[in-house]
């Protein structure tokens, strides 16, 4: 099983506009969609379209929360935590016809111990050989730095359970100290230049130094993969439509995820999440793309467990 842990969820509001956003002038949408968001919970919903089950780990407070849950019920298992104050954040994400999206996201409820500690005691409760945990997006206001680092080395505690990152700053810095399966960050989040050499070296790195395979997203650049012997390969982006930037990091990390679970090849696993960052790229919102898109771009179907 697959669980995916968003501490930091939020309802998505996507609105759509002409021309992209025009700072200090009126701006007129012409589309409105309300999805859940929050990075663990978009690498849920990719999971899902790939035909993969997936048991979504958060936490919630306020109606906002609530709200949160009751859009997730009907296609999720949800395990969640109540924060005993704040509010669960909405983001605001404005795309333009450019292919161009600004993202407003709120900062989300004040740490609390006691809720992530219940929160990580309730998923090792269920962890077994073959589970892979994908931990995902910013972590709470007011969290520890080693907060990631924490999950990864408790779960690694587990006899055959496999971590998958993705997280930004000292999040991601202590938490790529602790040793998870595989990490997704991109050059921004590395504090690194974008350019394919400058990620393949700091790819190379981190397999040397902690034994993590290491996918590097650059957007329209491309990526970069380490996995396997560790020796990094680039890949340039697919050609396609952009619509909404939004949610194509998740994919690839959603790819990360189907691949550790159906025993794929390095050099397959790195096909399929280019081929997801680019069909996310051409859906609406937080919206994942379908299979029969994916498998396009693929040239070839999915073959799951």
């Known amino acids: 099983m697959i669980y995916t842990v968003t501490m930091n969820p939020a309802v998505d509001i996507s609105l759509c506009v002409r021309a992209g956003l025009m700072p200090g002038s009126i701006n007129k949408s012409y589309a ?7 990075k663990g919970i978009n ?10 089950e997936s048991v979504i780990c958060t936490g919630i407070c306020g109606p906002d929360g609530d709200r949160l849950k009751e859009m997730l019920s009907p296609d999720f ?21 450019n292919g161009v999206t600004t993202d407003v996201n709120a900062d989300g409820p004040l740490y609390d111990m006691s809720s992530f500690e219940k929160l990580k005691a309730d998923l090792l409760e269920k962890l077994g050989a073959g589970d892979i945990v994908v931990i995902s997006g910013s972590a709470l206001p007011g969290a520890p730095s080693e907060i990631y680092a924490d999950l990864i080395r408790a779960f690694n ?5 496999r971590v998958i990152l993705d997280a930004s700053g000292r999040y991601l810095k202590k938490g790529i100290e602790a040793c998870p ?8 989040e590395l504090g690194i230049d974008n350019d394919p050499e400058t990620a393949k070296s700091e790819a190379e790195r981190i397999f040397s130094q902690y034994g993590t395979r290491c996918l590097i997203s650059m957007g329209s650049s491309g990526a970069v993969y380490a996995g396997g012997n560790g020796e990094a390969f680039f ?31 390095p050099a397959d696993t790195f096909r399929l999440c280019m081929a997801l960052a680019a069909a996310e790229a051409e859906t609406e919102g937080t ?5 029969e898109r994916i498998e396009e771009l693929l040239g070839a179907p999915i073959c799951g467990q």
Do not use: H, W
């Not at 505690?157 to 359970?161: A, I, L, P, T």
């Open 287 to 291: 919206d994942p793309p379908s299979k």
């Open 43 to 52: 690498v849920s919903k990719v999971l899902k379209a790939l035909g993969t």
């Open 181 to 188: 399966y595989a990490v997704k960050p991109n050059c921004d």
């Open 235 to 265: 890949a340039d982006a697919l050609d396609v439509k952009v619509r909404n930037t939004t949610g194509c990091g998740d994919a690839m990390t959603a790819g990360l995820a189907f691949s550790l679970e159906n025993n794929m090849t």
């Open 32 to 38: 409105m969609r309300t999805d859940p968001g929050g």
């Open 77 to 97: 298992e949800v395990l969640s935590v109540d924060y005993p104050a704040g509010n669960t954040r909405t983001n605001i994400k404005i795309a333009g016809e």
């Open 157 to 161: 505690s587990v006899d055959g359970v």
